[in-house]
Structures are given as C-alpha cells and as structure tokens.
C-alpha cells in the first residue's frame, strides 16, 4: 500500500467526479456574477443615455460613458469565461453530452445567435461614442438590452430542461431518437426558472452598481453625478425586488409540484408528513432527524399550498431511495442555501421597500446614513443570495444531472487529471477575479482624477479628504 | 440533414478561421513587436485594430462547438475525452487571453499594460495552436467513435497534430498581417503599413513552406486525409494555392489593394480544403457524420438557428464592420468627453481603427 500511495502515479488516477464538480462549480459560479452585469448594466446604462439625451443632462451622460467602459471590462470577461463553461459541458460531463446533447444543446443554439448580436452591438455602443449620432449611437445599445434578456432565457431554458426534461423519445437502448425542439425550449421548468434569473440579473445588478456609489457618498462624494448614478440603479434593484419576491415564491411551489426531492431538501423534510414547519437554519443529522434551528410550526406547509393550509403534506426525502436524493451533507447545503437566499431576498426587499416608501411620501430618497451602509453592502448580499439560489437549483437536484434519467456519476468524465485543471483553473480564476475588480477600481480612481464633477459640501461627513477635482459644472441640486 | 449541419459548421469554423483567427495573429504580432518603445506603434495598432470586433469574431467558436455538440454528440464526447487536455489549454488560454486584452487597454501603467500583454500575446499564440493540434488530431483519425477516450497524450501529440498547429498560428498571424497593413493605410501610418507588409511577406512564406512540408507528413501519417486532400478537395487547395499566391504578388508590388482579399480567400480555402478531404467523416475512417447525426428534431432546430444567424447576425456583422471601417468606431479613450457629444462635435477625423475581416 506504502509504494502505491508514493508512486507518483497514484495521485493521476483520483476520481474525477468530485473535481470535475469542484470545477464545474467554480467556473459556473464565476460567470453567474458577471451575467447580471452583462443583462442588466446596458439597460442602467441606457436610461442614463435617454435621460442625458432628453434632458441634456451632463452628469447622466458622463455617466453613461464611464459605464459603458466598466461594461467593456466585465463583458470581456463574461464573454471568455463563457466560453469555458462551453467546452466544459463535453471536457467534464462527455457522457451527458454524448446521450442528452441532442435536446439539452437546442436552447444553446439559439443563445448562439443572442450572444452575437449582443457581442456586436456592444462594441457599436461602446465605441460608438464620438462618431455616431447621439440618437443612432442610443439605439445602438438597445438591442444589447433585449439580446441579454432573450440570451440569459435561452441559457436558463437549458437548466430547466435539467430539472424537468422533456422533448424527446428514447429508443430501446435508452438513446435518444427523436426530438421536439419546441418543447425542449419551452419545458415545464422553463418559464418560471427563466423568470427568476432574469429578475435575478436586474435585481443583482442594481443592488450591486447601486452599492458601489452608495459606498462613495458615504465617503462624502454626494455630487449629483453620484447621486443618479444610484437612483438609476437602486431604482432597477428596487423595482426588481418584489417581483422577485412573487417570482420565487411560485417556482417554490412549482419545485412542490414537480421536483418534491429538492422540495424535502429545501424545507428539510426527513419523511412525508402534514403541518411541516419551516425550519430556520436547522440540519439533518445522519439519523434522519432534524436538530437545531428555530422551527415555525406549519409554515412549510401552508407556504406550499395556502389553500389545504397546514393540512398540506410534504412528502419527505424517505420517499425515494437513498440512491436516488441528495445525501445528507447535500440536503443541508441545499437547506442553508436556501435560508439564505430567502433571507437576504426579504432584506432586500425591506431596503427597496424602504427607498420606495420614502419616495412615495418624501419625493426623495432615504437620508439616513443607515440606509446608505444598508445599499453599499446591498450588492454583495445580492450576489450571495443569487449564488445560494444556484446552489438549492443544483445541489437541490442531485444525484441527477438530468432529472429522474441521468445521474452526475454516470456522466462524468473517465479523464483522471482533472484535478489538475481544477487547481489551475482556480488560480487562473482567482487572478482573473481580482484583477477585474483591481481593474474596475483604478479606472474609477482615474475618471475621479479626471475631474469633471464637483464634490457637495455633504450632509454626510467625507471620510477621506476630498480629492482634487476640476470644476467644470454647475452644481444642480 | 446531416449534410446541410455539416456544411453550417464549416462555414462557421470558416468564419472563426478568418475573423477570429486574425485577431489571434495580431496578438503574435503583438508578443514579437519588441520592446516597449520599439513596439508601442505596432501594438497600438493591434490594440485599435482588433478592439471592437474580437468579442464579435470569438463568438463563432462558442456557435462551433454549440453546434457540434447538439448536431453530433457522440463526435463531441469523443473529442472531450480524447483531446481533454489541448482543449482545457485552450479553455484557459481563451480566458487569459480576453480577460489580459481588456484590462490592458484599461490601465495606464506601463508595468501592468507589460504583464497583460505578455498575458495577451502569449496566449494568443497558445491557443492557436492547441486549435490546429486538436484539428490535426481529429483529421488523422485519432480520436475514435462511440463516445470513448482515445490516447490522451498522442492523439494530439504527433505530426499531424504539430503541423495544424505551427499552421494555425503561421495562418493566423499572415491573416492578421494582412489585414493589418490595410488598417495602417486607412489609420494614415504608412510605416506602420510597411511594417506589417513584411510581415505578411514573410509569414506568407512561413505558411506555405508549412503546408508543403505538411504534405509529405499527412502523406505518412494521415492517409485519409492526404487522399482528400489530393482528391475531393483538390479544387479547394488549388483555390487556396492560387489565391496564396496572388496575395503574395500583391503584397510584393505593395498594391493598394486586393492583398487582404485574396489571403482571406486563401486561408478560408485551406480550411473548407480540410472539411471537404475529411468528409464524410466527422471523425475520420470511424464516425460519419449521419452517423453521429442527432435526431431530425434537433438539426431542423439547428438549421432554424442557423438561418436566423444569417438573418440577424450577419447584417449585424456587416453594420460592425462598416462602421469600424469607416472610422465611426474609434479607440475607446480614457478621457472623458461629455461636453462633445451633447454639443457641436468637431468632426474632424482622428483615429479610426479596426479591421474589416470579410
């Protein structure tokens, strides 16, 4: 045993499977936090074009270039690591593709045609600037908006077919021999799943542009340029946030109806029973007891059909064979994800509900200092909610990577050394992660250097001192 | 059915060849420009010139392997597992290679616009290569049907492998030469436009002493192929030959124009040279492509997907290179200028920049 664990060949032959996940995982997780950037920033980015084109509003307008030169960054690398993850589909998961690429590939053919009209007319749009007509060069960056929507619904629908296959006819040996392309697309899972990451994208987006200018006027940089940049985008966010809060909760009750296994994991439901409560935080423990948490009697039930109330049943995770649910370990990721999810959605929500009270009664937005802390951490709660709802749709779904037909050990690669790709992977993704975010700092530095708007004596107390700037502008209050 | 993929898929591996290859070969020209100061001018040229249209152009690959994986999984599953490695590099080399471009058009400091660009150029040439090596690998037969692994280390290590590489990356940086001398002339750098004249010169040679020297090692090690290559597809590499050629006599006179045109033709002729000898083999001797082919359903999706492409994409692409051609589509600065677009811009003309690939 000593001489096989030495030899240097042993560490060539560990099981793909876990790495291939890790990899998958990693890289998937990247690329998330871009989409809604790439979705969503082009639509901020064009209300401030409309509004500085209607209004001739200078800070609208310096804002919709220096955006639009951010976006040239993050769209560069969502675009590249896009990429990967297309390869990675046949390099990790060859035997899924082998079997099911003929129906799960269609959604992504059409994406293709999505992805090149966004590719193109970002460019127009990005460097469009000086040479286009204002008009032209503002509907230039439309269709980026509408390629991004129909782009991210073609990825998702996908997913979907994941998590509700459908579409096609097996033969005798389990291949797939016939397939209906319109009901790939447009699967069971679909609308609703695509709904919620499309909501996903403004409401991330807008919480995370709006907390990077909410984390500048805290530092005292309350200049009209950095107020609208925060109202255009915390208004998207907080438009966003109670669509979503309706949005998941129907693709919660779909996920009762249809996927109850992932159903059990999320609510933690060890066997099928009425007036389930819902567990907060809480773990299942090996035995198949749940302990710790804080449980609210017949929540979970009458959350999942309001009408039979707590009387609903749940069914539980014993209701399939062990080989065919998450494994305990799973369950309380897919659980604790999903507390989370929920938990920094409803916050969310409360924040935007905040800002839409007081602009219905105050015509302003919140003055507090409260509420600025709460929107500069808005973003990153916003991408660890979207990263969480990824987890419950993935993990919620093991051990299938195709729903009830195709497990993920049966789809992996046969190749050892992807335990390799997956540490260089990592590293390259890590450089690249805070290179981007390096990158995206030091321009704003720049632009601040450059001047071009004028720091307010603030109602809140500047942090730093202020920087020098060039006054070019009339202040406008 | 299986036919008409087929035939989408050239076009696209074509259209990557020629648009996205371009770009990877002004990142050649790009890591051999020199130091900072001798080589400031040919890569900001590069820079100008491949900025606004690489996203666009890379976006044929992910429809290449969209394609191949929904049209012929079985090939995509054997390709995957066989030739897991150059394909990872690739992956990885694609990353560093957009993600370095775009953050050293951002950054001011020289130290940092040297690690990206080294980042940049580098994977420019790297991923070319594992390109042609993957290609070489499947051309020679090494990669073999039912969605099973073939040698990892030798289906993309050995001659063929290594002559579509060194192919890739010399095609790939004649193109980009090529079209950059055009580029300089319009941007009004006529030493720029030498500059690169050479190089086209000089990388047209490369290619072809490549490719005749790559005959005689497909002779031995890729029969099937080689067959094509002097049989079906013979058409193809007499096109190929003959417009290499005249682009060379063009470039030689320094003619103003036709050069660009001709080298195009010549290497999107190589390419569908390849598709044609490997017919009607997705992966050759072992997997056709009606064999590999998905059900009706789903090339019907794809041959729908593929007209909308030509539908909406191509008149989008034509609207990109016009623009860029015509100069509206000028280097994004660093400054701001929001005074100049709202009032009356001066309109005189002061960097344009881009190339235009068709």
């Given at each position: 045993m000593l001489a096989t664990s030495l030899d240097p060949l042993a560490i060539t032959a560990l099981d793909p499977l876990g790495w291939a996940r890790a990899q998958m995982a990693l890289t998937l997780m990247f690329h998330i936090v871009l989409v809604p950037l790439g979705v969503s920033w082009a639509f901020m980015t064009l209300i401030a074009n409309y509004r500085a084109l209607k209004h001739h509003d200078r800070d609208a307008l310096m804002l919709a270039q220096r955006w639009s030169k951010y976006m040239a960054v993050t769209f560069a690398v969502g675009a590249v690591t896009g990429t990967v993850l297309s390869f990675e589909f046949g390099l990790l998961w060859p035997r899924f593709m082998d079997q099911w690429g003929e129906a799960f590939g269609v959604p992504f053919a059409f994406e293709g045609i999505f992805f090149f009209t966004e590719a193109i007319f970002i460019a127009i749009y990005i460097y469009g600037w000086r040479r286009l007509t204002p008009w032209t060069h503002f509907w230039s960056g439309v269709p980026i908006v509408v390629a991004g929507i129909f782009g991210s619904i073609s990825v998702v629908a996908a997913n979907a077919w994941m998590n509700a296959p459908a579409g096609f006819t097996t033969g005798s040996d389990g291949?797939?021999?016939?397939?209906d392309p319109v009901r790939v697309i447009f699967n069971d899972s679909m609308p609703l799943q695509a709904a919620h990451m499309l909501v996903a994208a403004y409401l991330v987006g807008g919480f995370l542009v709006a907390s990077v200018y909410a984390t500048a006027m805290l530092r005292g940089r309350t200049d009209r340029y950095h107020r609208s940049a925060f109202l255009i985008s915390f208004s998207v966010a907080a438009v966003a946030a109670p669509i979503q809060m309706g949005v998941g909760d129907s693709l919660a009750r779909w996920v009762y109806d249809n996927q109850p296994v992932k159903f059990a994991a999320i609510e933690l439901v060890p066997t099928t029973s009425s007036d389930v409560p819902e567990t907060l935080l809480g773990r299942l423990d090996a035995d198949g007891t749940v302990s710790g948490g804080i449980p609210i009697p017949g929540l979970a039930s009458w959350l999942s059909d309001p009408s039979t109330g707590r009387a609903t049943v749940v069914q539980g995770?014993?209701?399939?064979p062990p080989d065919a649910r998450p494994t305990v370990g799973q369950v309380n990721i897919v659980h604790l994800s999903w507390d989370v999810m929920v938990g920094l959605g409803t916050l969310l929500f409360l924040l935007a509900a905040w800002y839409g009270l007081t602009w219905l009664f105050?015509?302003?937005?919140?003055?507090?200092r409260l509420f600025l802390v709460a929107a500069a951490t808005s973003g990153v709660l916003a991408v660890i909610a979207m990263e969480a709802g990824w987890i419950v749709t993935e993990v919620g779904r093991q051990p299938w990577i195709v729903y009830g037909l195709m497990k993920v050990e049966d789809a992996v690669?046969?190749?050892?050394g992807v335990w390799l790709s997956f540490i260089v992977i990592a590293l390259v993704y890590l450089a690249v992660g805070i290179t981007t975010v390096l990158v995206l700092r030091a321009m704003s530095r720049r632009f601040r250097r450059a001047g071009g708007f004028v720091d307010h004596d603030a109602p809140y107390a500047p942090s730093e001192p202020p920087t020098p700037s060039v006054p070019e502008q009339e202040e406008v209050r | 059915m299986s036919t008409a993929v087929a035939v989408v898929l050239l076009v696209a591996v074509i259209a990557y060849a020629v648009l996205g290859g371009a770009d990877f070969g002004a990142g050649f020209w790009d890591l051999t420009a020199g130091g900072p100061q001798r080589g400031a001018r040919p890569r900001d040229l590069v820079e100008r010139a491949i900025g606004p249209v690489w996203e666009a152009n890379h976006v044929w690959l992910i429809f290449i392997l969209v394609i191949l994986w929904t049209s012929f999984p079985e090939a995509y599953a054997s390709i995957t597992l066989t030739l897991f490695v150059p394909m990872m590099i690739a992956a990885l080399g694609i990353v560093l290679r957009g993600a370095s471009f775009a953050f050293r058009k951002t950054v001011v400091a020289l130290r940092y616009r040297r690690i990206f660009g080294a980042a940049f150029a580098a994977s420019s040439v790297l991923v070319p290569y594992c390109m042609g090596a993957i290609v070489g690998g499947i051309a020679s037969g090494r990669v073999p049907a039912g969605g099973v692994a073939g040698d990892p280390a030798r289906s993309w290590i050995n001659p063929t492998s290594v002559v579509g590489g060194v192919l890739a990356v010399a095609a790939a940086a004649y193109l980009a030469a090529v079209y950059l001398v055009q580029d300089a002339r319009r941007l009004d750098e006529p030493d720029m436009a030498q500059h690169f004249r050479r190089r086209a010169l000089v990388s047209a040679v490369a290619v072809a002493v490549i490719a005749a020297a790559g005959a005689f090692v497909l002779r031995a090690d890729a029969g099937h192929l080689f067959d094509g290559l002097t049989s079906r597809a013979l058409p193809a590499v007499i096109v190929s030959g003959v417009c290499g050629v005249g682009a060379l006599v063009l470039l030689h006179r320094d003619a103003s124009r036709g050069a660009r045109a001709l080298g195009v033709v010549a290497v999107a002729a190589a390419v569908a040279a390849w598709g044609l000898a490997q017919s009607p083999y997705v992966l050759p001797e072992s997997l056709t492509f009606s064999a590999a082919a998905a059900p009706t359903g789903t090339l019907t999706a794809v041959l729908v997907a593929a007209v909308l492409a030509v539908v909406v994409v191509v008149p989008g692409f034509v609207l990109l290179f016009v623009l860029d051609r015509r100069g509206l589509l000028p280097a994004e600065g660093?400054?701001?200028?929001?005074?100049d677009v709202l009032e009356e811009r001066p309109r005189q003309r002061t960097h344009s920049s881009g190339h235009d690939g068709a």
């Open positions: 291949s797939v021999v016939a397939v995770l014993d209701t399939v105050r015509r302003r937005m919140p003055r507090s690669t046969g190749n050892t | 660093l400054e701001d200028e929001a005074d």
